[in-house]
């Protein structure tokens, strides 16, 4: 082993140094994942409960050391368990990373997909919407048919046209108070589910539709399109982040790059902050 330097009695090697560096980028990364949410608040009880523990068995309070010792044994599963949306979105992370990594040689493949899908049909579907300010929740989904949110709504396997997703997304069709996943070219559900974002963070005019179109981006590699019914106002969400005020122009180039796996790495320095609420923007 080849020391690097010695601190009193402690030697320090380079296979250390390397140890260290590489917990500390992991603790940054699970930090920046829980930064804003519900989870941050939870890790601190449980460290604050976790040097209580410590300090009780250190001062040899027996009773009670043995019941905070109960805790501290199952605290792994207990963590797993509290944890479950964050450790999953730590490993999508992971899993988006060794996707792109893999797949980069067969994009051509992955393109053949897409081929027989008309993005013009939404685009004018989404100008007519914003135009009624008729309210409307868009799922796509490159790599994956997310059979779990499918099953949340209603199975149609239609293929994408303006008129059908305007009338879907109508305030009087029974189909409209939720998303609609679209997945190789065609509606594959409509009236789905979509989990909603715990991030602190987001405008506080956001309602429960914008909050949904992030929260779905936060766990699934997916590109979400949503209107507000209250503004007409457009956003797009992909990974935890939103790109708002695009033209029509754009948001078919967002699409279709997100279709290919052409995305611009600008999509990843998006910051999700704070905006001035404006007048009568309650919900969406």
């Known amino acids: 082993m080849i020391l690097a330097f010695k601190i009193a009695f402690l030697e320090v090697s380079w296979v250390d140094i390397v140890d260290i560096g590489l917990v500390a980028i992991l603790l940054y990364q699970i930090y920046k994942m829980i930064r804003g949410s519900l989870a941050v608040n939870i890790f601190l009880g449980i460290l604050s409960l976790y040097l209580v523990y ?20 199952v605290g792994v599963l207990a963590m797993i368990i509290v944890f479950q ?54 799922v ?30 109508n305030k009087n069709s029974p189909l409209h108070d939720g998303a609609v996943i679209i997945f190789k070219g065609r509606i594959k559900a409509a009236r789905c589910v979509l989990p ?26 997916t590109l979400v399109l949503t209107i507000s019914e209250e503004t007409g106002r457009l956003i797009l969400a992909r990974n935890g982040k939103y790109l708002k005020s695009l033209k029509l122009r754009q948001v078919e180039q967002k699409i279709l790059e997100y279709l290919h796996n052409e995305e611009p790495k600008k999509w990843d320095e998006v910051p999700v902050e704070p905006e001035p609420a404006e007048p009568h923007e309650v919900k969406a």
Request: zero cysteines.
């Open 54 to 73: 410590l300090v009780v068995r250190a001062a040899q309070m027996e009773l009670l050391a043995t019941i905070l010792g109960q805790f501290m044994g």
């Open 85 to 138: 949306p964050e450790l999953r979105k730590f490993l999508l992370v992971i899993g988006r990373s060794t996707d792109r990594d893999f797949f980069k040689s067969l994009g051509h493949w992955r393109n053949r997909f897409h081929d027989d899908f008309d993005v013009h049909q939404v685009i004018e579907a989404v100008k007519t919407l914003k135009a009624t300010r008729t309210g409307a929740l868009i």
């Open 140 to 169: 796509f989904s490159r790599d994956t048919e997310l059979k779990f949110y499918n099953e949340t709504g209603d199975a149609l396997d239609a293929e994408v046209t303006k008129r059908l997703l305007i009338s879907i997304f």
């Open 196 to 221: 909603v974002s715990e991030n602190d963070h987001l405008p506080a005019h956001f309602g429960l539709r914008h909050r949904s179109a992030i929260g779905m981006s936060e766990t699934t590699d």
